[in-house]
């Protein structure tokens, strides 16, 4: 199968991800998260308009799809659970026996501090033991667990099946692609390309920041209001800047996406826009004359979200 798509953050996560996941899921019957843990946070709202906060689960989990934690991800075996419990959707859960666990110690560590501001759900230590070999894998709980569906290698789509993998965080969080050291511990894409034919990225109208580390613009107070930009995870206020075009064009040389979904563009409506070249500020103007300037910048936008819940509306 070739038709698999993924979705890919292109700036520091928090684009919303969870939500474009959350429109484009109706063409796939598989939804996968690959990379990160707990430390995520996808805002997501069903078909009867409720909102949920998922942090391990990927967006197919509130529409009934089948849905696998893939092979590269980090999980909390407790909040997991809890995540899972919480919601009243049907779905399959699969597993990859490569999934790493999060132990108390990795906690314990990352609570005296990562100097990085991290999220301090043990990210960085669960992948320290990974890559250290001596980590403790989701194929140690296969006996604890017989509702869930245990797999090694790939997800295991039946012939004709699609999966839609969700990435999380963002490229300039990636651990060699991002502001190292202000970096999570993972890749932001999937480790394996096996079937992916569409990559999806994503990025918001403006720029959102957790943790410490660059950007170092102006902290704009307005969008961070506007935005309601406060984490999902850890609940900590969002530094919020303008499009830094410099940031996107790095971007997309590394992820070169085959299409860019542009969200919370309905945040800026009434504002006089700005972006942030060479690292200074120009103004582009009001809402349409900034809609006109990324198309025009980015060519590969071929989708805006311009409303609280998120419906795409194509170019
Ligand atoms: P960690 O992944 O918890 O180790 O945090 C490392 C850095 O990545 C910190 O700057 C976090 O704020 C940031 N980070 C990790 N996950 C997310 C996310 O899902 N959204 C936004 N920032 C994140
Ligand atoms: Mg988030």
Redesign the pocket.
């Known amino acids: 199968m070739k038709d698999n798509a993924v979705i890919i953050g292109l700036q ?3 684009e919303g991800k969870g939500r474009v996941s959350a429109h484009f899921i109706d063409d796939y019957d598989w939804s996968v998260r690959y990379s ?1 843990g707990s ?3 996808h805002t997501v709202y069903d078909e009867a308009g409720v909102k949920y906060k998922l942090h391990h689960l990927p967006a197919g989990a509130v529409f009934g799809k089948k849905v696998a934690l893939h092979a590269g991800m980090v999980v909390n075996e407790s909040e997991l659970m809890e995540e899972y419990k919480a919601l009243s959707h049907n779905f399959p859960l699969y597993i990859s026996e490569a999934v790493h666990l999060t132990q108390p110690e990795h906690l314990a560590k990352d609570a005296q501090g ?1 100097g ?4 301090k ?1 043990g ?2 230590y669960v992948y320290a033991d990974r890559a250290a070999r001596k980590g403790i894998r989701a194929e140690t709980l296969k006996k604890k667990y017989s509702a869930l569906n245990f797999y090694k290698g790939m997800p295991p789509l039946k012939p004709g099946e699609r999966a839609l993998y969700e990435g ?2 963002g490229i300039m ?1 990636d651990i060699d692609y991002g502001n190292y050291p ?4 993972s890749s932001i894409g999937p480790s394996i390309f096996s079937g992916i034919s569409r990559v999806i990225g994503v990025m918001k109208a403006y720029v959102s920041r ?4 660059p950007p170092y613009h102006q902290d704009q107070e307005a969008l961070r209001k506007a935005g309601q930009e406060y984490g999902t ?1 850890t609940g900590r206020p969002r530094k919020c800047f303008w499009l830094d075009l410099d940031q996107m064009d790095y971007a997309l040389s590394v992820v070169n996406p085959d299409e860019i979904v542009v969200t919370k563009l309905d945040i800026l409506d009434g504002m006089k826009i700005k972006v942030i070249e060479f690292g200074r500020e120009k103004e582009i103007g009001d809402l349409d004359a900034y809609k006109n300037f990324l198309i025009n910048r980015f060519p590969a936008i071929k989708w805006f979200s311009d409303s609280p819940k998120g419906s795409l509306i194509k170019i």
């Open positions: 520091y996560g928090d990160g430390n995520a946070g990562s990085i501001g991290s999220t759900k990210i960085a999380a965080q969080l202000y970096v999570t511990s957790v943790g410490d580390g995870t």
